[in-house]
């Protein structure tokens, strides 16, 4: 393992974004001799597995059990990818990098059909056999999870098992499996017993999708904080499982179904204690449908309310126009005015049959209140060849945008994607219109639209499409895609769409490999009867006003008002700043980081401890701070200076921040002092310079700044 973590820190050095792969966290956990090591591994970048709720809530829960260590491991990108088949290092785990070869369970988090190569990378890379049945009493357990498995046929031949249903009661079931048997084929048969996995080897091939029906007792975590921030990068938390809803593309509406409602006291309770002090600046409250939550006002408002006095704000990403509220827009607005965001789908007319009767004149309507409120930003997602699609639809969509013009925003953005039929869904046996049709409504959409619009590559749909719906032979087609160097499909601009599609087979449409896998809790003729209301355009009832009769046993609770106590905190006399000049080193795992990066993590770490630390006023509050002199990633410093304001005395001289970030001295200060050089050291020699720049090599690996020179 040493030999693996010297040659792969070498290669570290030779690299774009380093600091992706060896940096400093806060949060993550080492254990001391755990009986059962679990690689839980992502199949994309650190910055994307980091944004994923699931993923960290699979850590965290994992880790939650005695004995138990779960590891992470991420994709490395091209260029890393490069140097680790040439130096023959293997994927490694991000806490202490062993190679992933080493661990008895290796589980994937698969969020997209568009990571199944990604999973064969992940396999290859780690010196894996890439079917199980080409697989030995030495090899790794591998498991699948995730809603890109709703349909388990594209990687039956691959995984040993397939988990179908909720991560918070399968993983720690396949867990304890691994703690009480020690041999692959023992701990396989143990695993074909639980409801919910389907085992390849042992052809178990059906299972029930098992859901966790009660949140009331939901797993509640701090995630870890990077410092190599993640794309979302925020303190999230889910608040909804499923959707009330029912809109008749979705599939993840369908897939989590029954609609289960968080305990939003026991979250509110939670995000009060963690969140100030967490190190995150925004607090993310995940769901499908977060304005149909009940009690969702009150909840927001008194959360607002108490954040807002340590500078974090929160964001709900998922808005439903017809069930958002005026009091909701008013207090968003609080917190931000930047964006708005709206997925109307296509026209007010087929709107019904695809089960989502929002009307123009409520969009109108919400989108006036909310300029008269202060936002500046709108963006609109729509779908182009759904189902029962006019000509008349795609005018529609235009007459809508022109009066969203009239409004005044000073930005409207529009994302127009293209519709992809899925299992689980009323039109998973839908036939896609073909790719010239949605060139076309795509050239006609931009000819009309006197605005900027994005639209997806229409060949990027047919590939998810196939992927969706392929049938079990699809996986010798997805290693032959990978063999022809076909991963990180889900980068729009990495696909090679025209090979794919040709390697790739059509699905076959009515055939339903999913249904031969999975023993759904949704009736078969629930998705029948729902095309056949489409039709007619009939509308399908929503969860929380009624019941579609789409499953048995649903026994949801609709509509539980609750009220939240406003926590109050003692008013703290206000105090004048006081800067004081902080020397911290920048080496080892630090020296990875870019300096914005590595300002921020100090910064997060600071506000973590609960340090008085002051914030700038305004829209966008952040640390008062400010450093000379940054230095480019991969060079050590045994002395960085950087200044803070406080609102109070602090005593930190002497703390680790993270691995390679310590502060060494701390002094008050008056004002900065006049810069006059810096000490470096270069193979052994000491020089003078005013950068590191007036030293011109590339080498900076072997570049060490020791001091600032100052008046």
């Known amino acids: 393992m040493e030999m693996y973590r010297e040659k792969y820190f070498e290669i570290l050095k030779d690299i774009s974004q380093p600091q992706r792969y060896y940096s400093p966290?806060?949060?993550?956990?080492?254990?001391?001799?755990?009986?059962?090591?679990?690689?839980?591994?992502?199949?994309?970048?650190?910055?994307?597995?980091?944004?994923?709720?699931?993923?960290?809530?699979?850590?965290?829960?994992?880790?939650?059990?005695?004995?138990?260590?779960?590891?992470?491991?991420?994709?490395?990108?091209?260029?890393?990818?490069?140097?680790?088949?040439?130096?023959?290092?293997?994927?490694?785990?991000?806490?202490?990098?062993?190679?992933?070869?080493?661990?008895?369970?290796?589980?994937?988090?698969?969020?997209?059909?568009?990571?199944?190569?990604?999973?064969?990378?992940a396999l290859e890379l780690s010196k894996i056999p890439l079917k199980w049945e080409q697989r030995s009493d030495k090899d790794p357990i591998i498991v699948g999870g995730g809603m890109a498995l709703s349909n388990p046929a594209p990687l039956f031949d691959i995984f040993d098992v397939i988990a179908i249903g909720d991560g918070e009661i399968l993983f720690p079931?396949?867990?304890?499996?691994?703690?009480?048997?020690?041999?692959?084929?023992?701990?396989?048969?143990?695993?074909?017993?639980i409801e919910g996995l389907i085992v390849p080897p042992l052809k178990k091939e059906k299972t029930k999708r098992v859901i966790l029906r009660d949140l009331k007792e939901q797993f509640l975590f701090k995630p870890i904080v990077p410092s190599f921030p993640s794309v979302h990068n925020r303190f999230t938390i889910e608040i909804m499982k499923g959707c009330p809803w029912g809109c008749r593309f979705c599939q993840a509406g369908f897939w989590y179904r029954p609609y289960r409602e968080s305990n939003l006291e026991e979250i509110y309770k939670f995000l009060i204690k963690n969140a100030p002090f967490s190190g995150f600046t925004e607090v993310g409250l995940l769901s499908l449908s977060s304005s149909d939550l009940s009690s969702i006002f009150p909840f927001c408002k008194n959360l607002i309310e108490y954040l807002k006095k340590y500078n974090i704000s929160i964001?709900?990403?998922?808005?439903?126009?017809?069930?958002?509220?005026?009091?909701?827009?008013?207090?968003?607005?609080?917190?931000?005015?930047?964006?708005?965001?709206?997925?109307?789908?296509?026209?007010?007319?087929?709107?019904?049959?695809?089960?989502?009767?929002?009307?123009?004149?409520?969009?109108?309507?919400?989108?006036?209140?909310a300029k008269n409120l202060g936002w500046k930003n709108v963006k609109f997602y729509f779908m182009l060849g759904l189902p029962f699609e006019e000509e008349k639809d795609l005018k529609e969509i235009i007459y809508l945008i022109e009066e969203v013009k009239k409004i005044g925003f000073p930005s409207i953005s529009l994302n127009i994607s293209n519709f992809v039929p899925k299992p689980w869904t009323p039109f998973q046996n839908y036939k896609m219109i073909s790719l010239s049709e949605l060139y076309e409504k795509q050239n006609f959409l931009k000819k009309k639209l006197k605005i900027k619009a994005k639209f997806t590559n229409p060949k990027i749909s047919f590939i998810e499409e196939r992927l969706s719906r392929g049938g079990r032979g699809l996986s010798d087609f997805l290693i032959e895609l990978y063999?022809?160097?076909?991963?990180?499909?889900?980068?729009?601009?990495?696909?090679?769409?025209?090979?794919?599609?040709?390697?790739?087979?059509?699905?076959?449409?009515?055939?339903?490999?999913?249904?031969?896998?999975?023993?759904?809790?949704?009736?078969?003729?629930?998705?029948?009867?729902?095309?056949?209301?489409?039709?007619?355009?009939i509308i399908t009832v929503s969860c929380q006003k009624g019941c579609a009769n789409c499953m048995e046993n649903c026994k949801i609770e609709r509509k539980r008002e609750v009220s939240f106590e406003l926590f109050k905190e003692e008013n703290k006399e206000k105090k004048e700043r006081i800067t004081y000049k902080f020397y911290i080193t920048k080496i080892g795992k630090a020296k990875f980081l870019s300096y914005t990066n590595y300002l921020n993590f100090i910064s997060s770490y600071l506000i973590s401890k609960k340090y008085p630390i002051s914030f700038s006023s305004g829209y966008n509050p952040h640390p008062i701070m400010s450093a000379e002199n940054s230095l480019p990633v991969g060079v050590e410093s045994l002395e960085e200076i950087i200044y803070f304001n406080f609102f109070d005395q602090i005593s930190i001289e002497g703390e680790e921040i993270s691995e390679g970030i310590m502060v060494v001295k701390v002094e008050k200060v008056e004002k900065k002092d006049k810069f006059k050089g810096i000490l470096f050291e270069y193979k052994n020699k000491k020089m003078i310079l005013k950068s590191h720049k007036d030293l011109k090599i590339k080498d900076y690996f072997n570049l060490k700044k020791i001091k600032n020179l100052i008046w």
């Open 25 to 121: 966290e806060k949060g993550f956990i080492i254990k001391e001799k755990p009986l059962v090591n679990v690689l839980l591994t992502f199949p994309d970048l650190y910055e994307i597995g980091m944004a994923h709720y699931g993923f960290q809530l699979l850590y965290f829960l994992g880790n939650s059990i005695h004995n138990i260590q779960v590891e992470r491991a991420f994709l490395p990108w091209f260029d890393l990818k490069e140097k680790m088949l040439h130096n023959s290092i293997p994927l490694l785990s991000n806490e202490t990098q062993k190679p992933a070869l080493s661990f008895p369970l290796i589980c994937f988090t698969i969020p997209t059909p568009m990571h199944f190569t990604n999973v064969i990378y």
């Open 173 to 193: 079931k396949i867990l304890e499996v691994f703690k009480e048997k020690e041999k692959r084929i023992e701990r396989l048969e143990e695993l074909s017993k």
């Open 315 to 369: 964001s709900m990403p998922s808005l439903r126009i017809d069930s958002l509220s005026f009091p909701l827009i008013e207090i968003l607005q609080k917190i931000r005015k930047s964006s708005l965001t709206f997925a109307p789908e296509t026209s007010e007319p087929l709107r019904k049959k695809i089960n989502k009767p929002i009307k123009d004149e409520e969009i109108l309507k919400v989108l006036i209140k």
């Open 483 to 537: 063999k022809k160097g076909h991963f990180f499909d889900c980068w729009d601009e990495y696909v090679k769409v025209d090979e794919y599609l040709s390697i790739l087979p059509e699905s076959k449409i009515c055939e339903n490999p999913w249904e031969h896998f999975i023993d759904f809790d949704i009736n078969k003729d629930f998705f029948e009867r729902e095309f056949e209301r489409a039709k007619e355009g």
